[in-house]
């Protein structure tokens, strides 16, 4: 339980909260934690959109499949960062994605509102949770923002080099390891995994890049 609870200070969502609010929602009938392993299940798409996903421990990825089972990852998300936040406090009934541990994961999940309505009196509880709520959905909008920019790229090749200066610039560094494998970062790119294969041997050959498996090198040019 001691774990959890400082597991719980690190988590955005509980930003500048108090000991007494932690434990509130520790506490509630409406908080529960999860384990889940490797490719498990945690949210289906269509099911009940009511509760807030706070990762404790592992990752998560947000998928969505079309109407022919094309499967597109919307992102990635870690310890300590929660998921499907948008989702509850837009009212939505039903999950329009999926989401699926990539590792074993423990997670936990809370629905807020109902903690809230359990709690009126906590009115300071109420305005952290808001605050933190705006800020963290207003990070995310960003991150979107830049898979947009990197999935409307006219060929493979932009965008698979538009992800990878996008990752070392994240990183800091020419020399970076993604978190995806070949078939995950063909879906997050929205492209076929066969033709991104083949562009990415092409600037290995070109000597725009250098790979294995997951780590990357982009290679500056001279002159």
């Known amino acids: 339980m001691k774990n959890i609870f400082e597991l719980m200070k690190k988590c955005p969502l509980f930003d ?46 947000i998928v969505r499949n079309d109407y022919f089972g094309n499967r597109s990852i ?25 989401v699926v541990s990539v590792t074993d994961s423990r997670i936990m999940l809370i629905k807020p509102k109902d903690i809230l309505n359990d709690n009126p009196d906590l009115s300071s509880f109420h305005t952290k949770l808001t605050s933190n709520l705006l800020r963290i959905v207003t990070e995310k909008n960003l991150k979107l923002n830049e898979k947009i920019e990197i999935v409307s790229k006219r060929t493979t090749r932009e965008k698979i080099m538009a992800f990878l200066m996008s990752q070392a610039k994240l990183n800091n560094s020419d020399n970076f390891t993604i978190p995806y494998d070949r078939q995950a970062l063909a879906d997050f ?35």
């Open 16 to 61: 500048k909260m108090d000991d007494k609010e932690l434990n509130v929602i520790l506490k509630s009938p409406h908080t529960k934690i999860q384990d889940f392993s490797k490719n498990q299940t945690v949210i289906s798409e269509g099911g009940s959109a009511d509760a807030v996903g706070i990762i404790l421990s592992g990752s998560v990825q």
């Open 74 to 98: 919307i992102a990635l998300i870690d310890s300590p960062q929660i998921f499907a936040e948008v989702f509850v406090f837009a009212d939505i009934n039903a999950m329009p994605v999926s």
């Open 189 to 223: 790119l929205e492209v076929d995994r066969s033709a991104m294969s083949a562009e990415i041997s092409k600037l290995r050959l070109e000597g725009i890049i250098e790979s294995d498996r997951s780590k990357f090198r982009l290679i500056k040019k001279r002159g």
